[in-house]
């Protein structure tokens, strides 16, 4: 007969046939995270099968429960319609609720007209009935329609999780409980009471349960945030890959080929046996001649064509640049961009860059400056430092500075107005190009107060905690006043 602690020996005497584990839990008056433990220590003594299937589950995000609760705003607006004499009339209220409302019943052929919602009787009762079923499904993802669901996760009232459950079934084996121990007294021993006992080992193959955050991640909502300010200054936000070529990463920025940015110690190259990313020939050509009779040296094709991983978001920049060519407009990007840093407070391997071009013409350097104050006070710095610097693709350029709270004046980017070596191989003749890349990572340090840039990955809950409110300050401070944040 097998002695098994009192847990497990609960388990298989209800696992006969194969059991979700959480239903055994609830059973038991336990949650499944504390019956894990006993899982791995039936399945390691052979009297416990177990099998992990992944499931696709839909779950109310904040706003769907919110919904759920109150109606959906297009339900909502409808109901309020007032019906007489074969017709049916609502007034459309101006707020963003109303808009949400409108965008949703146009799909149902429902148009305001003068600032009111008028339908016949027969056309409203068949409105209401089928916001009535999606209003039901809302309440009941369980036994939701399919198209439904997706609808509801495409306007993110619903999101789709993979969940890993847990089945076990008893292998028939003659067992009995017994009191766990993890140490005997000279008691035990005298009286010979061990042997009843079941002596438990410390397995430390064993995964621990995963606890979710207590906040959301304050690094990804100031990410969030500064996209917000962007879009708010009227910029249009662009992406590009973080596996690129040496050619929008460097030599479409007239950074020569033997620069020593592009030696291994300053990027990292990757080994890639796939399909190399088409860049137009036109392109190529214009590039490499500007390279040749600039720098005066032969400029390598098969060279520019190397994969690499970004070092710097200025790649995605200058992608919308040669697609969009002459003109007036404003792009930014937010992206991650990797050099072979040492990892230390100040410094990383992996770190996040804001982008941003400026193309018109009659642009000046004193344009971008401007610019650049207006975003620094926009997020809430309220003093930077320019200071002139040089880079290859730029001039005239500056380095950016802002004060940290502790650290005192710290470089945190750097701008300048593309020189024509960049912008003419582009099909850029007419407008000037202002220019800029700002490091994320040290702008939360400053605004936030953080010293060590590693803390903004961290997954201490105490710290999350305690950054956490430190930028829900920080966000209720910049929203009203524009003042930068203080410890």
């Known amino acids: 007969m097998l002695v098994l602690p009192p847990t497990l020996y609960e388990i298989i005497r209800r696992a006969g046939e194969w059991r979700l584990i959480d239903d055994i839990a609830a059973e038991l008056g336990v949650p ?12 390691a003594k052979g ?55 409108l965008a949703n019943l146009a799909k149902h052929g429902v148009k305001p007209r003068g600032g009111v919602i008028e339908l016949d009787a027969e056309t409203y009762q068949r409105v209401i009935a089928v916001l009535e079923e999606r209003q039901k499904a809302l309440n009941s993802l369980d036994t939701a329609p399919r198209e ?47 042997r009843t006992y079941v002596l438990k080992p410390f397995d430390l ?4 349960p995963e606890y979710p955050a207590p906040v959301p991640h304050f690094f990804n909502e100031f990410l969030d945030y500064v996209r917000e300010v962007m879009v708010g200054l009227g910029f249009e936000e662009v992406r590009g890959p973080v596996l ?17 940015a592009r030696e291994v110690h300053d990027t990292f190259y990757v080994q890639w046996g796939g399909p190399v990313e088409h860049v137009p020939e036109h392109l190529l050509e214009a590039v490499g001649r500007v390279h040749e009779e600039k720098w005066r040296y032969r400029w390598d094709r098969a060279k520019a064509l190397n994969p690499v991983l970004r ?13 969009r060519g002459e003109g007036e407009y404003k792009v930014f990007t937010i992206g991650r961009v990797f050099r072979p840093e040492k990892l230390d407070p100040k410094h990383s391997m992996e770190f996040h860059q804001l982008d941003g071009i400026v193309v018109g013409p009659g642009l000046t350097f004193k344009h971008l400056l401007g610019q650049l104050e207006q975003i620094a006070k926009a997020l809430g710095m309220a003093r930077v430092r320019f200071r002139p610097a040089y880079f290859p693709f730029t001039s005239p350029s500056v380095e950016v500075y802002a004060e940290h709270p502790r650290l005192g004046w710290v470089e945190f980017g750097g701008a300048g107005v593309f020189r024509p070596e960049v912008t003419e191989p582009l099909g850029v003749k007419k407008s000037r190009v202002l220019a800029w890349g700002w490091g994320l990572d040290r702008i939360a340090m400053i605004l936030l107060g953080i010293d060590d840039i590693r803390d903004l990955f961290t997954k201490d809950p105490e710290k999350l905690l305690e950054y956490y409110a430190r930028w829900t300050r920080y966000k209720t401070s910049t929203g009203a006043s524009g003042v930068r944040f203080t410890l």
């Open 244 to 260: 690129e070529v040496e050619f929008w990463n460097f030599d479409a920025l007239f950074q020569a080929q033997d620069h020593p």
């Open 205 to 208: 193959g064993v995964e621990p």
């Open 47 to 101: 009297v416990l099968q177990v099998e992990k299937k992944t499931e696709v589950i839909y779950e109310l995000t904040e706003e769907g429960r919110v919904r759920a609760a109150e109606g959906l705003p297009e339900y909502k607006l409808l109901k309020s319609a007032v019906c007489g004499e074969g017709r049916c009339v609502a007034a459309v209220p101006q707020s963003p609720e109303a808009q949400i409302a």
């Open 311 to 323: 070092t710097q978001t200025t790649a995605t920049t200058i992608r919308a640049l040669a697609e």
């Open 148 to 194: 439904l669901i997706e609808e509801f996760v495409k306007r993110k009232l619903v999101k789709k999780m993979e969940k890993t459950r847990i089945y076990v079934k008893a292998v028939a084996v003659d067992v009995k409980p017994a009191e766990v121990k993890t140490a005997i007294t000279s008691e035990d021993i005298a009286t010979g009471r061990w």
């Open 32 to 43: 499944p995270e504390s019956l894990m433990r006993y899982v791995e220590e039936g399945r």
